[in-house]
Nanobody
Framework: QVQLVESGGGLVQAGGSLRLSCAAS????????MNWYRQVPGKEREFVAA??????????FYANSVKGRFTISRDNAKNTVYLQMNSLKFEDTAIYYC???????WGQGTQVTVSS
C-alpha cells in the first residue's frame, strides 16, 4: 500500500525557515510528478509546488505566492520529496500536504504556523 508521510512542520516566526519532508513508501516515486498543497481551515486546498519530469529534464513549478521563497526538491535514493520554505509569512500558515501522481496519493498533512 502506498503511503506518503509528511514531517517538518512547526511554529516559526515570520521571516524564518522550515523544511518539510514527504517520505514515500509502497512504491518508487522517482519518475513521478510530486506536489505540495496547503489548506487553511474553511478554505479550499491550494497548490504550492510541483516537481516532475518534462521532455528530458526535471522541472519545478511554483504558485506565484511562494515563488522565490520556497524550493521543492527530491532525493530519489530516499524516495523523499522536500519543500524548503524561506522568508515565511503569516499567510503561509496552513496544513501542508504531499501529493503523488494518483488521486489517492495524499499524505496526512503537517501543520505550519507562522507567527507575525
Amino acid at each position: 500500500q502506498v503511503q506518503l508521510v509528511e514531517s517538518g512542520g512547526g511554529l516559526v516566526q515570520a521571516g524564518g525557515s522550515l523544511r518539510l519532508s514527504c517520505a514515500a513508501s509502497g512504491r518508487t516515486f522517482s519518475s513521478d510528478d510530486m506536489n505540495w498543497y496547503r489548506q487553511v481551515p474553511g478554505k479550499e486546498r491550494e497548490f504550492v509546488a510541483a516537481i516532475g519530469w518534462g521532455a528530458s529534464t526535471q522541472y519545478e513549478f511554483y504558485a506565484n505566492s511562494v515563488k522565490g521563497r520556497f524550493t521543492i526538491s527530491r532525493d530519489n535514493a530516499k524516495n523523499t520529496v522536500y519543500l524548503q520554505m524561506n522568508s515565511l509569512k503569516f499567510e503561509d500558515t496552513a496544513i501542508y500536504y504531499c501529493k503523488g501522481p494518483r488521486d489517492s496519493d495524499w499524505g496526512q498533512g503537517t501543520q505550519v504556523t507562522v507567527s507575525s
